[in-house]
């Protein structure tokens, strides 16, 4: 069974810079993608980044690029999300995920349909 579990979560000020890891158990050489995403209350669950396993190709949303940077240690299985120059809009929780196993998303790697397991999150506060 996947598990995942992220940390690195906490406060920090507009501008500032967080790093959040998620690990990941049971996850197999067919797990061909994994993501972050981010929800606020009242809102859709948003996809902000994601990455194809196999070949390391990265997609991010629009509100995010430039600025987030995921990556993955595919030894430790431990995905990574870098983000800087934060703004008070990035404020969430946010969720690492992961697909079953053999399932491909194609474009739609930042969709959670395309997703099956979720981490519990792990909250991100940013103060202007």
């Known amino acids: 069974e996947v598990q995942l579990v992220e940390s690195g979560g906490g406060s920090v000020q507009a501008g500032g810079s967080l790093t959040l890891s998620c690990v990941a158990s049971g996850v197999t050489d067919d797990t061909f993608y994994m993501g972050w995403f981010r929800q606020t209350p009242g809102r859709e669950r948003e996809g902000v980044a994601a990455i194809d396993t196999r070949t390391g190709v990265t997609t991010y949303s629009n509100s995010v690029k430039g600025r987030f940077t995921i990556s993955r240690d595919n030894v430790k299985h431990i995905l990574y999300l870098q983000m800087s120059t934060l703004k008070s809009e990035d404020t969430a929780i946010y969720y690492c995920?992961?697909?079953?196993?053999?399932?491909?998303?194609?474009?739609?790697?930042?969709?959670?349909?395309?997703?099956?397991?979720w981490g519990k999150g792990t909250q991100v506060t940013v103060s202007s």
């Open positions: 995920a992961a697909p079953r196993r053999d399932r491909y998303s194609g474009s739609y790697i930042l969709e959670e349909l395309y997703y099956e397991y």
